[in-house]
């Protein structure tokens, strides 16, 4: 009877360690997880804060300063000549984006990685039309590798190889995906 007192001694030794040993190792986890949570919390509000008064001159990270865009609207300021820039808005189920090009940039409208979108690299890339400036306007002309319209006043028109003028509140159509085309004038 003695050993078998012995054994559950023992084994009551050893549970009590473990439930010990555990207990320490979530309270090991929980500091762990409040000073990392601290540390996010504290480098947010650095981040919010963006504290504009110049840091130490023995420290070598420069400050977040806010900062204003200003556009200019075509190659030659300085002549009368003036081309508008162009604004894109593009509009799909999830999301609407704002795009902004020069006069001098051609614009490419296809799909790519399964979705419509204006294109930045052709690789992996279906072209399906493309924006161009020409004569004071800008343009859009048909890759023909899938059916683009451009909707204004409630009229749809088909675009072909040829090309169509756009004007500034025209809709082009991909798919279920449009793009809102304005010229924004300097």
Not at 36 to 63: C, V
Not at 135 to 141: H, M, N, P, S
Not at 169 to 177: A, H, R, S, V
Request: glycine share 6%; hydrophobic share 40%; with cysteine.
């Amino acid at each position: 009877m003695s050993k078998i007192g012995g054994v559950i001694l023992v084994l009551a030794v050893l549970v009590l360690l473990l439930i010990r040993l555990q207990a320490r190792r979530k309270r090991i986890k929980e500091e762990k997880f409040q000073a990392m949570k601290k540390m996010r919390e504290s480098s947010l509000k650095e981040a919010l804060s963006n504290n504009l008064e110049e840091k130490a001159e023995g420290s070598s990270a420069t400050p977040y300063r806010p900062y204003k865009v200003e556009y200019a609207t075509g190659e030659n300021q300085d002549s009368k000549e003036r081309r508008p820039l162009l604004q894109i808005v593009e509009k799909n189920k999830l999301a609407e984006k704002k795009y902004i090009f020069r006069s001098n940039d051609v614009v490419i409208l296809g799909i790519q990685f399964g979705a419509v979108a204006i294109l930045n690299h052709l690789e992996n890339a279906e072209v399906w039309c493309e924006l161009f400036f020409q004569d004071g306007v800008y343009c859009i002309r048909s890759c023909e590798k899938g059916s683009v319209s451009v909707w204004r006043n409630r009229k749809a028109a088909i675009v072909d190889r040829v090309g169509l003028q756009l004007k500034s509140g025209d809709m082009i159509q991909l798919q279920e995906t449009t793009f809102q085309v304005f010229y924004i004038k300097g």
